[in-house]
């Protein structure tokens, strides 16, 4: 069940990733959105912590 929840936590990240690339894309005033997408990430990657 763990290792489920890790499979669709880590799915999230990449959908994440993938948004920051095309606003990247953008301009570079999104640049700062994309500092704020990463903030996300990194909490996801805290669940991990915790799940593991």
């Not at 999230?12 to 990430?41: I, M, N």
């Amino acid at each position: 069940m763990i290792i489920q929840a890790f499979s669709g936590q880590r799915s999230a990240v990449s959908g994440q990733r993938s948004a920051v690339s095309g606003q990247r894309s953008a301009v570079s005033g999104q640049r700062s959105v994309v500092s704020g997408q990463w903030s996300v990430v990194s909490g996801q990657w805290s669940a991990f912590s915790v799940a593991q």
